[in-house]
């Protein structure tokens, strides 16, 4: 008995067989329990696993799920039912779809069982100072009841139906990104085979969920979108979401949406000041471009992919900003070589700022040479070049160094000590997000002039001069 305390394993096992022993409803004999132990098993979970022979299917069989357990409860005086129950909320069975309080088995109205969980409660000895004290203010006699609780694939979470079915020892993955009506997979190739039943079970534990595809190949970096597969649900791609206080509609099959960017949208408009110009290179469907419109910047937003680019003055409309953003379907580097050489003159002579925003993480950076020499002629002052808010992906152990180096790499201008960069997020193992922010050099964007350049006026002279 000394030696069951030696070890972190065996004293769980000591802790597992008198549980099982106590409840007669964790295994079946405590030799289960200490395999279960041995195994590495998770013993909060262990009461509630699906049965074992659910393991392998492919095609959802519901009622295979079904299982009936045994869980302690205690009889309680319907007077103090709810008092009582909002004292043990922490020591109440929480499952989906099962009650806490249950019909007393003796059917009279004066009492009801509250049904504890059995990992939480193995005896009156399980509860805390503060929630004996409240029974016994109650005059709650602490005496376990057992009551025969029936559980069915309903009752079971997402995670623990796929581990229940999926082989044992191999990843399960209940995850997914939201996006409206839709719910996106990336299925690994060992869970394929199972790929329909996955996407049945996460439509039927996710509410409003009515669609589940899977992702068949990377993302298309020419449009930005990526082939997928129905795996549940009805085929409709037309999504609807809501990000920021924005409405979106778009086709989730042929556009680029990714959710897990909306803190950084955000992010970034907030730099923009009302009355400021925003070119949006990369545009996809609106998520920088709108946002800025509404906060009352003038907006020029490029796609080079038609249904972004359709469904980017869909939402300009939607959103009731179509007379704040110009809409183009070119490809960046034309864009920038194009609207935003012909508009940077006028705007380099103002006072608002002018964003330039470049969100094509795997190949923006090397957009950043169409700056090269775009403009002709200096302007007066400096204090209006355009800054650049430009992506890009790193699996550098350094990745803030490495997009500064590529992106002064393609503007042939070092920016070292010049540009700030934010970590979006980390997608993948080892490969980062980054954004590189930094004001374009004059050195880069003008031409070089073989004439000697006119005496340049003080900032302050050029202003007077415009106000008189």
């Not at 357990?69 to 929480?94: D, E, H, Y």
């Not at 990992?119 to 929630?131: D, G, K, T």
């Amino acid at each position: 008995a000394d030696y069951l305390f030696v070890t972190p394993l065996f004293r769980r096992i000591f802790r597992v067989v008198k549980e099982n022993v106590q409840s007669e409803s964790l295994w079946s004999t405590p030799d289960d329990a200490i395999q279960a132990c041995l195994l590495g098993e998770d013993v909060e979970h262990k009461l509630y696993r699906a049965p074992p022979e659910v393991r392998g299917m492919t095609s959802l069989d519901k009622e295979a799920f079904t299982q009936t357990i045994t869980v302690p409860a205690l009889r309680v005086p319907t007077g103090v039912l709810n008092k009582v129950v909002k004292s043990l909320r922490k020591a109440t069975i929480q499952r989906p779809g099962v009650p806490r309080v249950v019909q007393d088995k003796e059917e009279t109205s004066d009492f009801r069982l509250v049904l504890l969980d059995p990992h939480r409660v193995s005896s009156p000895s399980s509860f805390s100072e503060a929630e004996a004290e409240a029974l016994r203010s109650f005059s709650v006699a602490e005496e376990l009841q057992y009551y025969e609780l029936r559980l069915t694939y309903h009752n079971l979470k997402s995670e623990e139906v796929l581990e229940a079915v999926l082989p044992q020892g191999q990843d399960v993955t209940s995850g997914f990104s939201r996006v409206g009506h839709i719910a996106h997979m990336n299925l690994r190739d060992h869970q394929l085979p199972y790929k329909n039943l996955i996407g049945q079970v996460i439509m039927d534990k996710n509410p409003g969920v009515t669609c589940v595809v899977n992702k068949t190949n990377m993302i298309d970096s020419t449009y930005r979108n990526f082939k997928m597969e129905m795996l549940a649900g009805e085929e409709n791609m037309v999504a609807k979401v809501k990000e920021n206080g924005v409405t979106y509609e778009f086709d989730f099959s042929h556009v680029y949406w990714n959710p897990r960017l909306s803190t950084e949208h955000q992010r970034v408009v907030q730099l923009v000041k009302r009355g400021d110009t925003v070119f949006d290179v990369f545009a996809g469907v609106g998520p920088f471009a709108i946002p800025a419109a509404r906060s009352g910047a003038n907006v020029l937003a490029n796609d080079l992919n038609p249904e972004s680019h359709r469904w980017l003055q869909h939402n300009c409309k939607l959103n009731k900003v179509e007379k704040k953003v110009r809409t183009f379907n070119l490809d960046g580097r034309a864009f920038i070589q194009g609207p935003v050489k012909q508009e940077l003159p006028a705007l380099l002579k103002g006072r608002a700022g002018v964003h330039v925003v470049m969100n094509l993480p795997a190949l923006a950076l090397d957009f950043l040479d169409a700056f090269r020499g775009l403009l002709h002629q200096e302007p007066s002052c400096d204090e209006n070049l355009p800054t650049v808010h430009c992506y890009g992906f790193s699996k550098d152990d350094h990745p803030e160094a490495d997009v500064a180096d590529r992106a002064s790499h393609s503007l042939g201008f070092p920016l070292k000590d010049r540009c700030s960069v934010h970590f979006v997020r980390n997608v993948a193992p080892n490969k980062d997000m980054m954004c590189v922010s930094f004001t374009v050099p004059k050195e880069v964007l003008f031409k070089p002039s073989a004439e000697p350049a006119p005496k340049r006026q003080k900032c302050e002279e050029a202003t007077d001069s415009t106000q008189s």
